[in-house]
């Protein structure tokens, strides 16, 4: 599902269209705060704005460091116990950790 929604925001990327990146980066926004992958959902709502501003000079790094979260997210789904250390990030300070506690959920 992700993968999807990642090359469909690089399409939009691509497209140069402020209005299409907004649209994906939010649809995307929403998949990854369901899931608690912050730092990708910081990365996504940075887009979110870019693209309400039609401004897409830093898209293509954005996507960049999206890439790379993502994988982070894949890796930690990955691990066996990664139920376990998702509810040891849900009591976590530290929100710059792919599963941390959402500043919002305190």
């Excluded at 399409?11 to 608690?36: D, M, P, Q, W, Y």
């Excluded at 704005?49 to 997210?73: Q, V």
């Excluded at 116990?81 to 506690?101: I, K, L, V």
Aim: aromatic share 10%.
């Amino acid at each position: 599902m992700f993968v999807y929604q990642v090359a469909a925001l690089q399409e939009a990327v691509a497209s140069g269209s402020g209005n299409a990146v907004t649209a994906k980066a939010h649809r995307l926004k929403c998949s990854l705060g369901n899931i608690g992958g912050w730092q990708a959902y910081q990365l996504v709502c940075e887009m979110e704005l870019m693209g309400l501003r039609n401004d897409l000079s830093w898209a293509d790094e954005c996507l960049f460091h999206l890439t790379a979260a993502m994988e982070d997210i894949v890796a930690f789904f990955a691990q066996p116990n990664w139920a376990e250390q998702a509810e040891d990030g849900a009591t976590s300070t530290r929100h710059n950790e792919p599963f941390a506690s959402h500043p919002g959920n305190r």
